[in-house]
């Protein structure tokens, strides 16, 4: 997608060799206009395959999420973090690790929300080893749903996520893909 690559160029900062900063219109600051042509595109990618919701983790997945939903005209539900994990009836929930942050985390969504008839979209802003789209597809399983492909604003398509999600058989489907931050620069694929 031309429009967010452009973006990522004029406003990305490349903090290392592994992390892309997008504070400037996603992950702080959010371009409205930029996210509704994102939310576009996730749909033309993804019309026609009978998606009934959208599963996304938050903070920074939402917006994308809420875009995208509104042009399939799906509800959007996003999975929240806990620190720890207190149980409650009707939550489904799965365990995730950031490499990011190296710490590990609860993520649960109501199971009120998912029902097995229900083919989901995972969407999220950034796929890195895939370990959030892994547990988002854990708890979209656990509902007894089928998940129909995974949407991703900015792969970095040098980490594995891709490779493990697409051994598993989905389709992903990522609006940027970036090869390399190496020297400071941001390189795309193709
Ligand atoms: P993974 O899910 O693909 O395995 O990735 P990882 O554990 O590395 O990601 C942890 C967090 O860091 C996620 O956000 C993810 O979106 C974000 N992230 C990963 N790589 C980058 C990057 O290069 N740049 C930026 N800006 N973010 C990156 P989160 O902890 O869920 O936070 P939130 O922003 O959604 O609240
Ligand atoms: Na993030
Ligand atoms: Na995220």
Redesign the pocket.
Known sequence: MEALKQKIREEGIV?SD??????AF??HQIDPRLMQQVGHEFAQRFQGQGITKIVT?????IAPAVMAGLELGVPVIFAR?FQSLTLKNDLLISK??????QTE?TIAISAKHLSAADKVLVI????????????LIDLIQQAGASVAGIGIV?E?SF?D?RALLEREGYRIESLAR?AS?ADGQVTFLE
Do not use: M, P, R, Y
């Open positions: 903090l592994q992390v892309l900063k997008v504070d996603l992950n983790i938050e903070a920074s997945g973090k995730v690790f950031s490499f990011t942050k985390s999220d802003d950034f796929l890195a080893n895939g370990h959030a789209a892994k547990a900015i970095k980490q996520g970036v931050l």
